[in-house]
């Protein structure tokens, strides 16, 4: 091989940036939403008045985004080296060290200080229920831990494309999400028609912070509505691995596009079709597999997002800078937006000390904007912001503790 051939095949392929441009456009998508659901009042919850229509399903897009997006970016780094053992992979021991770190800061956030203090100083007890929430963070980081048991099947059988792996395990938790959802809507019919009075959790014998991960009283994220989208978006991230080197081929973000439309326009048909067969073979009853229809399109509306931003990415020249740099820091984006929104750990925010669903929507856009442009600013400056968090973290040992230290 000449010296020519040589430094082309060790060149440096150019950096894939509309990962990172979808990646950023889901967290800011999400700081949006939040604020703007948390201000705007109930006046203007209708779906008559058209920006209000538009805002509420570009809001129902903020999930499976973020959680597919998740799984793509996870896969892409992940199988950069599929070579070698399983743990061998430092991808896959820094994707526990992750499952870990999101649980942590999922329970963590959700505690609330101001209620625990009133209950010592009141000597009345303190409820924890909302504590056993199974929420983002915690739904995110069981679709990470599937991501890496499907890679380690994967190791172990050591045959196919490592997509085809991650295509099958995302429609077997979409199978199992569409029985989930079929018998959470038997139980808000039976509650509608009086036949029961609350909804029976499932796993009944298990406590409500397991529930919770399945279908109990706090289970908005269930793990098993969302790791399929972090399931299928690892398949995303392996496919477009793969074929990196045809990124920048214009059939590349039209193949994408093209199955956007598909998903989007022929799901409900499909899942129709299908829903005669698994019934006539027993797997389901009428109607279980057509559930999925909206899960399952806005999936495509994401993929079609991503196939726009190969586009993007092709044909205009993205610097990385700050925009980019805010894809990079979601964890603390989100951390940090939940303790100042929600009231996350101290137990007293935004929602409800200064508004509850109860602005004009111009003063919830403005909250909305302002709130992007400071998140803007913190990541811009997170490198110090870092260095003061670790020392605290050092000097009360949680870092230690929780996460292996940067030495090790």
């Given at each position: 091989m000449s010296t020519e051939q040589t430094q082309v095949v060790n060149a440096p392929r150019p950096r894939l940036k509309f990962i990172d441009m979808a990646r950023s456009f889901a967290i800011l998508l999400m700081i949006e939403g939040h604020f703007t659901g948390a201000a705007l009042s109930d006046a203007y919850r209708k779906d008559e008045y058209l920006l209000y229509s538009l805002w509420h399903n570009l809001h129902g897009l903020t999930s499976p985004l973020f959680f597919t997006v998740t799984g793509l970016i996870f896969v892409y780094l992940l199988s950069g080296n599929t070579s070698g053992g399983y743990l061998s992979n430092t991808r896959v021991t820094k994707?526990?060290?992750?499952?870990?770190?999101?649980?942590?800061?999922?329970?963590?956030?959700?505690?609330?200080?101001?209620?625990?203090?009133?209950?010592?100083?009141?000597e009345s007890e303190f409820h924890m229920d909302w504590f056993y929430a199974f929420h983002v963070l915690q739904s995110i980081s069981f679709g990470i831990l599937f991501l890496l048991l499907i890679f380690g099947i994967y190791k172990l059988i050591n045959k196919g494309a490592l997509y085809w792996y991650y295509l099958i395990g995302g429609l077997t938790m979409m199978f199992i999400y569409a029985h989930m959802k079929y018998y959470i809507n038997v139980q808000q019919d039976l509650i509608a028609a009086g036949t029961i009075a609350e909804p029976q959790y499932w796993p009944?014998?298990?406590p409500k912070i397991i529930q919770n991960m399945f279908y109990g009283p706090y289970s908005d994220f269930s793990f098993v509505r969302y790791s399929g989208y972090t399931i299928l978006g690892g398949m995303l991230g392996s496919i477009i691995k793969t074929y990196e080197h045809k990124t920048r081929e214009w059939w590349f973000g039209a193949v994408f596009i093209a199955i956007a439309l598909i998903l989007n326009f022929g799901t409900q048909s499909a899942l129709h079709w299908m829903d005669k067969y698994t019934v006539a073979t027993g797997l389901t009853d009428h109607g279980?597999?057509?559930?999925?229809?909206?899960?399952?399109?806005?999936?495509?509306?994401?993929?079609?997002?991503?196939?726009?931003?190969?586009?993007?990415?092709k044909h205009f020249n993205v610097k990385s800078g700050?925009?980019?740099?805010?894809?990079?820091?979601t964890l603390p984006i989100y951390v940090v937006h939940v303790i100042i929104l929600y009231g996350g750990v101290l137990g007293f925010g935004l929602k409800p000390l200064?508004?509850?669903?109860?602005?004009?929507?111009?003063?919830?856009?403005?909250?909305?904007?302002?709130?992007?442009?400071?998140?803007?600013?913190?990541?811009?400056y997170i490198e110090p912001l870092e260095e003061i968090y670790d020392k605290v973290l050092d000097k009360i040992s949680l870092k230690r503790l929780l996460f292996k230290s940067k030495k090790a």
């Amino acid at each position: 091989m000449s010296t020519e051939q040589t430094q082309v095949v060790n060149a440096p392929r150019p950096r894939l940036k509309f990962i990172d441009m979808a990646r950023s456009f889901a967290i800011l998508l999400m700081i949006e939403g939040h604020f703007t659901g948390a201000a705007l009042s109930d006046a203007y919850r209708k779906d008559e008045y058209l920006l209000y229509s538009l805002w509420h399903n570009l809001h129902g897009l903020t999930s499976p985004l973020f959680f597919t997006v998740t799984g793509l970016i996870f896969v892409y780094l992940l199988s950069g080296n599929t070579s070698g053992g399983y743990l061998s992979n430092t991808r896959v021991t820094k994707g526990f060290n992750r499952v870990r770190q999101l649980l942590f800061w999922g329970y963590f956030i959700q505690f609330n200080l101001w209620s625990f203090s009133k209950s010592i100083y009141y000597e009345s007890e303190f409820h924890m229920d909302w504590f056993y929430a199974f929420h983002v963070l915690q739904s995110i980081s069981f679709g990470i831990l599937f991501l890496l048991l499907i890679f380690g099947i994967y190791k172990l059988i050591n045959k196919g494309a490592l997509y085809w792996y991650y295509l099958i395990g995302g429609l077997t938790m979409m199978f199992i999400y569409a029985h989930m959802k079929y018998y959470i809507n038997v139980q808000q019919d039976l509650i509608a028609a009086g036949t029961i009075a609350e909804p029976q959790y499932w796993p009944a014998w298990a406590p409500k912070i397991i529930q919770n991960m399945f279908y109990g009283p706090y289970s908005d994220f269930s793990f098993v509505r969302y790791s399929g989208y972090t399931i299928l978006g690892g398949m995303l991230g392996s496919i477009i691995k793969t074929y990196e080197h045809k990124t920048r081929e214009w059939w590349f973000g039209a193949v994408f596009i093209a199955i956007a439309l598909i998903l989007n326009f022929g799901t409900q048909s499909a899942l129709h079709w299908m829903d005669k067969y698994t019934v006539a073979t027993g797997l389901t009853d009428h109607g279980v597999l057509e559930l999925t229809t909206t899960t399952i399109a806005r999936l495509g509306q994401v993929i079609g997002l991503i196939g726009i931003l190969i586009y993007v990415d092709k044909h205009f020249n993205v610097k990385s800078g700050l925009f980019l740099k805010i894809g990079q820091n979601t964890l603390p984006i989100y951390v940090v937006h939940v303790i100042i929104l929600y009231g996350g750990v101290l137990g007293f925010g935004l929602k409800p000390l200064l508004f509850d669903r109860d602005l004009h929507p111009w003063i919830a856009v403005s909250i909305s904007a302002t709130f992007m442009i400071l998140f803007a600013i913190m990541v811009k400056y997170i490198e110090p912001l870092e260095e003061i968090y670790d020392k605290v973290l050092d000097k009360i040992s949680l870092k230690r503790l929780l996460f292996k230290s940067k030495k090790a």
